[in-house]
């Protein structure tokens, strides 16, 4: 049975298992008139996304809108194949969506020395298979779901990630900008700016949410956005 958990009424986290990455999630936003996916797992996670669907009532058909949080495989790399279900919109931010559609590579992670320790060996973009982007967003855009959800730019991790403030459930989704590990709220790791990602981490808190989903690890159910502006940054 798909890991699902329910965050607010409509939102569910969906965890993609395995142990190529930490607590790795999607999000599915369940609206009258269509499924909205924030993040797609791995190239190999579409046929989980599926059961998912039908563990919440719906099906392939009813995904309406796919947002990518980044380019990175983990988080965009069944987006191809999911799109072929119901040509569903793909929305990303603008200065990934070059990576996104394969147009061109993007950048590779600074490593601090304390996350070479838990990933010495990337030396090369994590990009996942290339697919198409119908919408490229910028900060303050909004999208028709969850009582008009936010863009918000998250630049740090990559240079387009975003996150997305959702209204009508009080909860930010921040992609890699922010991260739970151990059971501390800290900052994204493997960023290409970090001066960047931690000025996005704070720009996520302001979002004042109640609710927190990362693109890695648990979420935070209650005062996120104090959770978020005190984060801490392990590893350094």
Known sequence: MPDLLELAPSLYRLRIPGDRAHLLNCYLWLGADGVTLIDT???????????AL????????????????????????????IVD??????????????????????PVPVLTDGERTI?????SSPHGPACRVD?????????????????????????GSIGLYLPAADAVLTGDAVAEFNG??????????RRA?????????ATGA???????????????????AAAVDPFA
């Open 85 to 106: 279900w119901s040509d569903a919109e793909v929305v990303a931010g603008v200065a990934d969506s070059p990576y996104i559609r394969g147009d061109e590579p993007g």
């Open 135 to 159: 919408g490229e967003v910028v900060d303050g855009d909004v999208l028709d779901f969850a009582g008009g959800t936010r863009v918000v730019a998250a630049p740090g991790h990559t240079p």
């Open 197 to 205: 990602a931690t000025v996005s981490l704070q720009t996520l808190a």
């Open 41 to 51: 797992g791995w190239p190999d996670s579409a046929e989980l996304i599926s059961q």
């Open 210 to 228: 109640q609710i927190a989903g990362f693109g890695h690890g648990e979420a935070v159910v209650a005062d996120a956005a104090a959770r978020i």
């Open 119 to 123: 990933r010495p060996d990337i030396e």
């Open 54 to 81: 039908t563990a919440l009532g719906r099906s392939r058909t009813d995904v309406k809108r796919i947002v990518l949080t980044h380019f990175h495989e983990d988080h965009c790399g069944s987006a191809a194949r």
């Open 184 to 193: 501390q709220v800290i900052l994204g790791v493997f960023n290409t700016d």
